[in-house]
């Protein structure tokens, strides 16, 4: 029953609105008075409002418009209200000599000039998320962010039958208006129990929020869902115990194996340049000969994305920084002469549709570090060595701004970041030179 009784002892009937059209726009209830004082009239006239009201409402679709739904419900309510007159109880207010009120239209109208008052097209899930990949295609974003943005918004979206309740089939056929912020919170508990680290369900809730803006912006729907949604709380544990670094037990193992000094020129080469440089893998296994530069009497990196399928991870990824003097010493500018007449330096190539180029060498790696009994998830990986660098920085008290720098990171203090110039090769080379691993 939805039979109320105002103040003023009159019955009306209220019915609220689900919370996927309240999240649209809509009403949140419809409140139509029944006119009667009477409890008996009150609900044979209720089963007559409520039932069209409920009817009205099923009907709802992706092309109904706000103000539109208002107008004709207010125009049935009219129409239901005129038949209590056929109605001779003595007890209503029309035997009172009462008029029947008409229900009056409210409309904003802020509502007309609105999207929400808007049809919103009828993109499904599907179609909308391959012109979204089609979109960050042509706005020149690396394919591999392409491709992560894609796998998990498909992700949520086939999650979809377990957290809202729909079947597989229903699901093929939701569209992007359909999503409500409750499904977006039930994903958001769904990625908290399937293992993943705190960083990994930030990136996965960001990948589905920002796919939902481009749909907002696309009038695919008029609100994004993921709006409000957070991963929650932080770990406890502490940001520099989250990668696993390199100890000097284990870099001796490796770096001392029988496996690593049969390895190739190539693969030596990079495990260095990120233990002593801090380079990203990526950007150890993309660079070239010209890359490498004699600047001010110092021998120094050039890391860019000027060359072909060079690609950085982001525009502090670009710098120069000079070379350890440990590696010039084992003669890493002697290998660099050899290679000059080669367009790059190592034999790495970019791997599959995200033209990875450190994947060959994680491989490599993962192989190597397997036949020197090193195990699987309890191993440092390609990434460790860089964590390494930074870590040896940390301990060795150098300051942050002068890190950053080294390894590609953006500045953390304002003050440096946006009014400090680059610090010069030579000082830098100050700093680098105190990096010494006892291996």
């Not at 044979?44 to 679709?61: E, F």
């Not at 009120?101 to 993109?123: D, F, G, M, S, W």
């Not at 960050?136 to 809202?164: D, M, N, V, W, Y």
Request: hydrophobic fraction near 35%; aromatic fraction near 10%; charge should be positive.
């Amino acid at each position: 029953m939805y039979l109320y009784r105002a103040p003023n002892n009159v019955y009306f009937t209220r019915i609220c609105l689900a919370k996927s059209l309240r999240d649209k726009g809509f009403p949140f209830d419809i409140k139509v008075s029944l006119l009667t004082c009477d409890r008996a009239e009150a609900v044979i006239r209720n089963i007559d409002v409520a039932g069209t009201l409920k009817r009205i409402i099923n009907s709802i679709d992706h092309k109904t418009r706000i103000n539109d739904f208002i107008r004709y419900v207010d125009e049935v309510i009219n129409e239901i209200r005129a038949e209590f007159d056929n109605n001779n109880s003595a007890r209503t207010a029309q035997a009172k000599g009462h008029k029947i009120p008409i229900r009056e239209t409210k409309l904003y109208e802020h509502r007309e000039n609105t999207a929400i008052a808007q049809a919103i097209p009828v993109v499904t899930l599907d179609d909308a998320l391959s012109e979204f990949v089609a979109s960050k295609q042509k706005s020149g974003i690396r394919p591999l962010s392409i491709k992560q943005l894609a796998q998990r918004t498909r992700h949520f979206i086939e999650l979809l039958p377990i957290i809202a309740n729909r079947s597989s089939k229903n699901t093929q056929a939701l569209c992007t208006n359909d999503i409500t912020s409750a499904d977006a919170m039930k994903y958001r508990d769904e990625l908290l129990t399937q293992g993943r680290s705190y960083k990994s369900n930030k990136e996965y809730l960001a990948a589905v929020f920002q796919f939902f803006k481009w749909c907002q912006l696309m009038n695919y729907c008029n609100h994004n869902p993921f709006e409000n949604v957070t991963v929650g709380q932080k770990p406890k544990v502490k940001a520099n115990q989250e990668r696993d670094r390199w100890d000097t037990s284990e870099l001796k193992r490796l770096l001392h194996s029988a496996e690593f000094n049969a390895s190739t020129p190539d693969f030596k080469w990079v495990t260095r340049l990120m233990l002593y440089g801090g380079l990203r893998p990526s950007e150890a296994c993309q660079l070239r000969p010209s890359n490498i530069k004699l600047m001010d009497g110092i021998y120094c990196i050039n890391i860019d994305d000027s060359g072909d399928n060079q690609r950085l991870k982001n525009l502090n990824a670009k710098r120069t920084t000079p070379i350890h003097p440990k590696l010039i010493a084992q003669g890493f500018i002697e290998f660099v002469t050899q290679r000059q007449c080669q367009p790059q330096l190592f034999d790495y190539k970019p791997v599959g549709g995200n033209e990875d180029w450190s994947k060959t060498y994680c491989k490599q790696l993962a192989k190597l570090q397997s036949q020197i009994g090193m195990k699987s998830n309890q191993r440092p990986t390609s990434y460790s060595f860089r964590h390494t660098f930074i870590d040896e920085m940390k301990k060795l008290d150098v300051s942050e701004h002068i890190v950053a720098q080294l390894v590609g990171h953006s500045n953390p203090n304002i003050t440096y970041g946006r009014y400090g110039k680059d610090v010069q090769a030579k000082a830098l080379l100050k700093y680098l030179e105190k990096i010494e691993y006892d291996i």
